[in-house]
């Protein structure tokens, strides 16, 4: 966890930020130059192109109802690509790493239903009761019933989106993590992660 190497690192805050950009930074100094190409067609981005360090980057914009629908990223290592479709009111989308499907969403826009779909490798989960309809001053979201695995608790609610909304203001104590010290964080990150505990999606 972050607690875990803050506390490992034994140093405060800055000394982190410039660890980590001063790492970040002999790495750009390190790297060989290259070379990206871009390839237009029909006056639209098609493709770029690149070799990093002897390693061949590819991403194709295939196209489709609009540029971006298809995509597919090729590389010595991997190959991933966003494999879209509309279908009369239907509109699906597809995410495939190595050819193995990792997310999916299907979109009625005529209901708003919503249905997606996420693999993370071990397990397959479907999130259903997904409703999405939109008026000429707002957006409404609804989630008829979600239980994350391993959970008691059931999640269920309406999020309306609208033009000029008020924004209430929020209460309770300020939190300026950049003058924090790494105790600080600490207990934080400890609440944070206590909090998703109790919530059981942690």
Known sequence: ???SILAMADMDVDDLMDEMFGEFDDTIEDMEDFEIDFYIYQNALAAIEAEVEDEKISLQFQGGDYRAQNILLESDEFTSA???KIDGNKETMTVEVDDEEVFAY???SKSGD???TVNDGYDEYELEGINIKSEDDEVVISLDEFAPEDSEIEINGTITIKKAAKIKEMSGDEFD??????DELEEVINEESEAFEELGLY
């Open 106 to 108: 299907e979109f009625d």
């Open 1 to 3: 966890s972050f607690s």
């Open 82 to 84: 966003i494999k879209g």
């Open 177 to 182: 993590i950049g003058s924090a010290d790494e």
């Open 114 to 116: 919503l249905t997606l």
